[in-house]
């Protein structure tokens, strides 16, 4: 996370008297800026401020920081201004790639936000699970979800996307519920196709890491399309957050194994390794690390 918007986070938090006054004059969720202010406390291993349920007070320590923390950030918009107008505006046309399910999930809000900020520039963004050889296909920036393999491209970590197991209660009508990964070997499972190795999902406990080897399944390389087939009772899935969270409030999913923990997945922003990228690349980069809280949860 950038400690700049982690000190304008901290400052308006002060100024303002409450996360949610920051989150409101800085345009992202209460809990961004809750985070935030918690890395900044880890880093400085001191408490800023201390939390009641009525109200938020500033410690002694924070007030120390904010004087010099202002002057950072003026600092910081000062040469950011000087740069800018140096920058040649953005133009020509931005060829980039994300997945497929994040993509519906995510992009569009902030591709509307690029496209009235950057009006000279074209946008050509192919949503779609394959990963995309960058150089042959002429695109200057890529989402990827997942652990990436060695590579001359540049990555730049924008946050992690958290899993989780579940089915509906329909499909245990029938069934025993799972009590550990190795009950998954006598269930129908909907397995991600494009992770490797496919039939294997891995869970962690107090006891260790458990390794489920998938004996029925099927196998899809759409998230949204494996939501589907367990909303129509097909079997035991693992995914994204984004996916699942609705059906789990509305009592549609529920929570498989819940006491063993899936690893989260990082997403990054990857592109060609060079000495310089376009302007319509940094600039959509930059949007990127600026909405990065959006894509937690």
Same mark, same amino acid.
């Given at each position: 996370m950038d400690r700049i918007d982690c000190l304008r986070a901290f400052v308006r938090t002060l100024e303002g008297g409450?996360? +949610? !006054?920051a989150a409101k004059e800085l345009g992202i969720g209460q809990p961004a800026v809750s985070k935030r202010i918690a890395l900044l406390e880890r880093e400085f291993g001191t408490r800023l401020f201390l939390r009641t349920t009525r109200k938020l007070r500033p410690t002694p320590e924070a007030h120390r920081v904010y004087d010099l923390a202002r002057q950072t950030l003026g600092s910081f918009d000062l040469a950011r201004a000087s %740069? /800018?107008? !140096?920058?040649?505006r953005p133009t020509g046309t931005l060829r980039m +790639? @994300?997945?497929s399910s994040f993509g519906r999930r995510y992009m569009m809000p902030i591709v509307a936000e690029y @496209?009235? @900020?950057y009006p000279g %520039?074209?946008? /050509?963004? &192919?949503f779609t699970e394959r990963i995309v050889?960058? %150089? =042959? =296909?002429?695109l200057e920036l890529a989402l990827r979800i997942g652990n990436l393999e060695a590579s001359t491209l540049v990555a730049r970590r924008l946050g992690a996307v958290r899993r989780l197991l579940v089915a509906t209660p329909a499909y245990f009508k029938t069934r025993p519920v799972p009590r550990t990964p190795d009950d998954l070997a006598t269930h129908q499972c909907v397995a991600y196709s494009r992770l490797s190795p496919a039939n294997e999902w891995t869970f962690e406990s107090e006891h260790g890491r458990h390794v489920a080897v998938l004996q029925k399944s099927i196998f899809l390389d759409d998230s949204d399309a494996m939501l589907e087939a367990v909303m129509q009772d097909l079997g035991i899935a693992i995914l994204p957050h984004w996916n699942a969270a609705a059906g789990i409030r509305s009592g549609r999913l529920v929570s498989v194994l819940p =006491?063993? +923990?899936i690893a989260s997945l990082p997403l990054h922003a990857v592109y060609p390794e060079m000495n310089w990228m376009t302007p319509r690349a940094r600039s959509f980069l930059d949007l990127l690390i600026k909405r @990065? /809280? &959006?894509?937690?949860g």
């Open positions: 409450s996360f +949610s !006054a %740069v /800018d107008e !140096a920058l040649p +790639s @994300a997945p @496209a009235k @900020a %520039v074209h946008l /050509d963004i &192919r050889n960058l %150089v =042959e =296909e002429g =006491e063993y +923990s @990065a /809280d &959006r894509f937690s």
